[in-house]
């Protein structure tokens, strides 16, 4: 079975920095494509950064120059580098990855961006 698992949300004040960390587990189980999307009150789901099995990454245009998805292959991890973060980038983030034809996603972690 097929277990993601975010971290590293928390409260942090305009101008900050977080780094969010997505581990995928399961028997032979390894990521294919890893994506970030986030979801703020009252709000649907958008999506904020995607980085293919090559490295790749693709941003959406609001966080574009302030996030950074990357990935440890090895550790079948995606992580979510995010600075300059403003009150708007406050909502529940969730990591959704890919392997073998289907898609899994995680519980979400909630980042605050407050002063």
């Known amino acids: 079975q097929v277990q993601v698992v975010e971290s590293g949300g928390g409260l942090v004040q305009p101008g900050g920095s977080l780094r969010l960390s997505c581990a995928a587990s399961?028997?032979?189980?390894?990521?294919?494509?890893g994506s970030w999307y986030r979801q703020a009150p009252g709000k649907q789901r958008e999506w904020v950064a995607r980085i293919t099995s090559g490295g790749i990454a693709n941003y959406a245009d609001s966080v574009k120059g302030r996030f950074t998805i990357s990935r440890d292959n090895a550790a079948n991890m995606v992580y979510l580098q995010m600075d300059s973060l403003k009150p708007e980038d406050t909502a529940v983030y969730y990591c959704k990855v890919a392997s073998s034809g289907r898609q899994y996603w995680g519980q979400g972690t909630q980042v605050t961006v407050s002063s």
């Open positions: 399961g028997s032979s189980f390894s990521i294919n494509a």
